[in-house]
């Protein structure tokens, strides 16, 4: 269960605490640069999203994704956003995680801000944080700086953004483009609209988007195109199911409780 897995799976999460920020940042300047403006219908502060991982058929794993809080980035008004992942103590033998992904959106443009990561995976320890320049397409990490398209996301960002995508005239097999910044590189990848489907879960039918994100090949996935992700057919578009093969197995991630929805959870079906 590597580091990469949790992309789109909540995509899988994760934070560590930019207050910690070492690197300086430029005064804000009188930029004439215009951010972008998208309309945020689908999540608000205090939206909480747990998840179960199996392995197989071991319950291997529990994910957290949370909206925490407002915030102000240099005269800008952002959220942040949270996804968190660690295996189960009964797994934690065979491969034990401690995964965390935190990312300041902008709250006008739906782009993140800032970004920090930690993962402990076994012996593997890693951790990152960056700062985006939107207006000057590039971006800071400890490495140094970073040339980008203008709107790239994070991990933790990235379904925020795609949540508030509409899909309601969207035909089957429609492309649509992310830009995705991962472990100090760019990755120009999509993902693609695959219809719609009913899905018995924890919380009880829900209907859904269903959702083929390209991948990044490494040494977890042997596809860019093993991944399939559904969300919920209302204006939340909450992921409710994340299923992959792996080169080790078969991963699914299931949603198995939702507070603080912005919006009615219509696509749960009544009783």
């Not at 804000?28 to 608000?44: E, G, M, S």
């Not at 392995?55 to 809080?69: E, F, K, P, R, S």
């Not at 039918?205 to 093993?226: E, G, Q, T």
């Amino acid at each position: 269960m590597k580091r990469s897995f949790i992309i789109f799976a909540l995509a899988i999460g994760l934070a560590l605490m930019v207050q910690s920020f070492s690197m300086k940042m430029q005064q804000p300047t009188a930029d004439p640069f215009n951010y972008r403006k998208l309309n945020n219908q689908a999540f608000k502060v205090g939206e909480k999203l747990k998840f179960r991982v199996h392995y197989g058929i071991i319950n291997a794993a529990n994910i957290t994704m949370a909206v925490d809080q407002a915030t102000t980035i240099n005269g800008r008004s952002a959220m942040v956003v949270r996804c968190e992942g660690e295996t189960l103590k009964s797994f934690d033998w065979a491969y034990k995680v401690r995964d965390k992904f935190q990312s300041w959106i902008d709250a006008e443009a739906l782009a993140p801000i800032r970004y920090a990561k930690t993962v402990r995976e076994n012996k593997y320890f890693d951790e990152d944080i960056a700062i985006y320049m939107h207006d000057k397409k590039k971006m800071r990490n400890s490495d140094g700086e970073l040339a980008m398209p203008m709107y790239t996301q994070d991990i933790a960002s990235a379904l925020f953004y795609a949540r508030n995508l509409n899909f309601s005239n969207a035909a089957v097999n429609q492309v649509f483009p992310l830009d995705l910044y991962l472990d100090n590189k760019i990755y120009n990848l999509n993902f693609t609209y695959l219809g719609k489907e009913t899905l018995n879960t924890d919380l009880g039918k829900v209907k859904c988007i269903k959702l083929r994100p390209k991948l990044v090949v490494d040494r977890v996935f042997k596809s860019s195109n093993d991944m399939s992700v559904w969300i919920s057919d209302d204006a939340n578009h909450i992921p409710i199911r994340v299923q992959t093969a792996i080169k080790v197995g078969t991963l699914k991630v299931d949603i198995t409780s939702q507070e603080g929805l912005r919006n009615s959870f219509s696509a749960l079906e009544k009783k």
